[in-house]
């Protein structure tokens, strides 16, 4: 097994979830993760650590609409049939909620998913041809 260099911090693993939902450094758990609501930085500003490896795509926005879909639908159904409310109680409350929920988890989901990224070392995909197709 090889050692890090002496000049290179050594960085136990952190908790993904603890350091995800606060939206922390997945290295230090101390420098913000995020600038702004939910840019990504290029860096750690306490480790230095380079977040060129991140990239959620699509994925927090995707489980976070199909959390609060499922959990939302429920509690709007059992609202609709045991209080029967009017139609403009759904546009004026139960709606805006849901945004709300989605917009409120939305960026410890994203954390996460940065945070699971590098603690599994997600890189970009590298294909390789295997010479059966043409030179491709």
Same mark, same amino acid.
């Given at each position: 097994?090889?050692?890090?260099? *002496? $000049?290179? *911090?050594? @960085? *136990? !693993?952190?908790?993904?979830?603890?350091? %995800? +939902? !606060?939206?922390?450094? *997945? !290295? /230090?758990?101390?420098?913000?993760?995020?600038?702004?609501?939910?840019?990504?930085?290029?860096? /750690?500003?306490? /480790?230095?650590?380079?977040? %060129?490896?991140?990239?959620?795509?699509?994925?927090?926005?995707? =489980?976070?609409? $199909? #959390?609060?879909?499922?959990?939302?639908?429920?509690?709007?159904?059992? =609202?609709? =049939?045991?209080? @029967?409310?009017?139609?403009?109680? @759904?546009?004026?409350?139960?709606?805006?909620?849901?945004?709300?929920? /989605?917009?409120?988890?939305? !960026?410890?989901?994203?954390?996460?998913? #940065?945070?699971?990224?590098? +603690? @599994?070392?997600?890189?970009?995909?590298?294909?390789? $041809?295997? %010479?059966?197709? %043409?030179?491709?």
């Amino acid at each position: 097994m090889t050692e890090p260099a *002496p $000049s290179e *911090p050594l @960085h *136990p !693993r952190l908790n993904t979830l603890a350091t %995800g +939902v !606060r939206c922390r450094c *997945p !290295r /230090c758990g101390k420098g913000p993760l995020l600038r702004g609501y939910l840019t990504i930085r290029d860096r /750690c500003p306490v /480790c230095d650590l380079d977040y %060129g490896f991140a990239d959620p795509a699509d994925g927090p926005a995707f =489980f976070v609409m $199909s #959390v609060v879909g499922v959990l939302g639908m429920a509690a709007f159904m059992a =609202f609709e =049939f045991t209080v @029967h409310p009017p139609t403009w109680v @759904h546009f004026a409350f139960t709606f805006p909620l849901l945004a709300a929920a /989605c917009l409120l988890i939305l !960026r410890p989901f994203k954390g996460w998913m #940065v945070a699971e990224q590098y +603690v @599994h070392k997600a890189a970009p995909p590298e294909f390789e $041809s295997v %010479g059966k197709h %043409g030179p491709f």
